[in-house]
């Protein structure tokens, strides 16, 4: 197959970037798009063009590190990462637009290459879960129902790719604080925390500079873990209960 | 970066912190939002009057204006709701704007309908509209003899409110200013009624797709109710 990539070419997070028009040539039909992209690049390096900067690592779609937003959608068409994505979802002689995610707290390195530390954070704000330390316990120790099990399960799903944030029009980070807020908060073992982690980590999320839902539920449709944007329903309930609580003086 | 337990914390009050978070912004915006549902829904209920004939309208006019010093109050509490609900959208829009200060090239309004993402024009055009509604019904300023009709009710006369409606709805430009007015509050209120249970967090998965049916059906229908009453002077049935 052949396509005619425009990708965005920028040499530093200060310098300014344009696009760039690359022919992929003989590309298999099950290559991924990270494949695809190496062959342009051996075919770059060949010419003595400096290969196209892009993110990747696992490869098979469980970190969350491959950020490229492929013809305006963070991860291209369908459900799934970037890695997960085949050339055979592209039309032969297909233009295809690279650009890296978008979004004032994520930014760019370099070409594709986009900062996401700011997740990290989000993270740590959030703090530990108390949890035995020592020999794993018993199998079935601590009870916890299928349905919640199941709601924390499909919360734990997110892989924090940050393709939320950069589908989002307002640059908003919500549906991946809610899915941690969520799973984090359901469990026993993160409970006791809950309402201090939630107030914490979208504390942590604002201050990041990440913008406000508007309900566009854009970050519902490419998040490649499927997580659903209710989840930011209930992350808005768990914060302004949390609020009041800390309000009245309850010990969080 | 890990903040110590609220019970040693320093600094705003939580409240205040809240107020100022991404979701308290929110919630305020969906509050105030709730309020002027329930305040667009009443005023349509008061408008079907004048389906009851003459009487009925000025007379429901009559026991509005009878509530004095309480009809301020109300009157006030709406401009002040009005005034929060613009202000916190702002608020908001100003950070939103600042954090996705580069827009794809390559663009794709993914599953954003044009209800959403022109929330703030609709909002900001239905602004203008309640002007010009105030301007046409209430200070009668765009046809100042709308203020000389007068008829009695039980004996005493009072303003002529349903003459006034009938003759405002009679010139055709005005009448299609105000269903384009109405059409634009539709498209705000099809997508922020729904909006407004998930930002207050009472949705979840499995009710989530009703809810929005339920509300942008909700908002239709007030949009037929609204657009009823010109279109019933436009075409004779109410005289």
Redesign the interface.
């Given at each position: 197959m052949k396509f005619y990539l425009?990708v965005?070419r920028q040499k530093g997070p200060e310098s300014g970037g344009k696009?760039e028009q690359y022919e992929a040539n003989d590309i298999p039909a099950e290559a991924s798009f990270l494949e695809m992209l190496d062959i342009v690049n051996e075919d770059l390096t060949a010419k003595g063009i400096e290969p196209i900067q892009f993110d990747s690592d696992c490869r098979e779609g469980i970190c969350g590190n491959c950020s490229l937003?492929i013809?305006?959608?963070p991860h291209g068409p369908g459900r799934g990462t970037t890695c997960q994505l085949y050339m055979r979802k592209f039309r032969d002689g297909q233009i295809i637009?690279i650009?890296p995610f978008?979004?004032?707290?994520f930014p760019v390195e370099r070409d594709l290459v986009v900062n996401r530390e700011a997740y990290d954070?989000i993270m740590?704000?959030g703090?530990f879960i108390t949890e035995r330390a020592g020999s794993a316990p018993d199998a079935n120790s601590v009870p916890i129902p299928k349905v919640v099990a199941d709601v924390a399960m499909d919360a734990a799903a997110c892989i924090g790719c940050g393709a939320c944030a950069a589908?989002?029009?307002?640059?908003?980070a919500?549906l991946f604080v809610s899915a941690k807020v969520t799973h984090l908060g359901l469990l026993p073992q993160g409970k006791p925390e809950n309402h201090?982690r939630v107030?914490?980590m979208?504390?942590?999320?604002?201050q990041e500079?990440?913008?406000?839902?508007?309900?566009?539920?854009?970050c519902?449709?490419?998040c490649p873990a499927g997580i659903?944007?209710?989840f930011?329903?209930?992350?808005?309930?768990?914060?302004?209960f949390a609020?009041?609580k800390?309000?009245v003086?309850v010990?969080? | 970066?890990?903040?110590a337990?609220?019970?040693t914390?320093r600094g705003p009050?939580?409240?205040l912190?809240?107020l100022l978070?991404?979701?308290?912004?929110?919630?305020i915006v969906a509050l105030t939002g709730i309020a002027l549902v329930l305040f667009v829904t009443g005023h349509l209920f008061g408008n079907f009057t004048l389906f009851l004939g003459p009487d009925w309208l000025n007379s429901y006019a009559l026991h509005l204006q009878g509530l004095g010093p309480l009809l301020w109050v109300i009157r006030l509490g709406l401009l002040g709701v009005v005034g929060l609900h613009i202000l916190f959208t702002m608020l908001?829009w100003k950070?939103?704007q600042?954090?996705?200060?580069?827009?794809?090239?390559?663009?794709?309004p993914?599953?954003?309908t044009v209800f959403?993402?022109t929330?703030r024009l609709s909002g900001l055009c239905v602004l203008a509209f309640i002007v010009f509604h105030l301007a046409h019904f209430t200070l009668c300023v765009v046809d100042p003899s709308f203020k000389n009709l007068h008829t009695t009710l039980d004996g005493q006369p009072v303003h002529d409110v349903y003459r006034m409606v009938v003759l405002g709805f009679s010139n055709v430009p005005v009448s299609l200013l105000y269903i384009g007015g109405l059409f634009l509050l539709t498209l705000h209120l099809s997508?922020g009624i729904?909006?407004l249970?998930?930002?207050?967090?009472?949705?979840?998965?499995s009710t989530?797709p009703t809810i929005e049916l339920v509300t942008k059906a909700y908002a239709w229908l007030l949009f037929l109710g609204y657009i009823s009453i010109p279109i019933s002077v436009l075409t004779g049935i109410v005289k």
């Open positions: 425009e965005w696009l937003t013809n305006g959608i637009t650009e978008r979004a004032d707290s954070r740590q704000a703090g589908a989002c029009p307002n640059g908003s919500m201090r107030l914490n979208v504390r942590q999320m604002d500079g990440f913008g406000n839902c508007s309900n566009y539920y854009a519902e449709a490419v659903p944007a209710s930011i329903a209930r992350m808005n309930r768990e914060f302004s609020s009041l800390e309000s003086g010990p969080l | 970066m890990i903040s337990p609220s019970t914390r009050h939580p409240l912190l809240w978070s991404s979701i308290g912004k929110k919630t908001l950070e939103n600042a954090a996705r200060p580069k827009k794809y090239i390559a663009s794709d993914i599953q954003t959403a993402r929330m997508h729904g909006s249970f998930q930002t207050l967090g009472i949705t979840n998965r989530r």
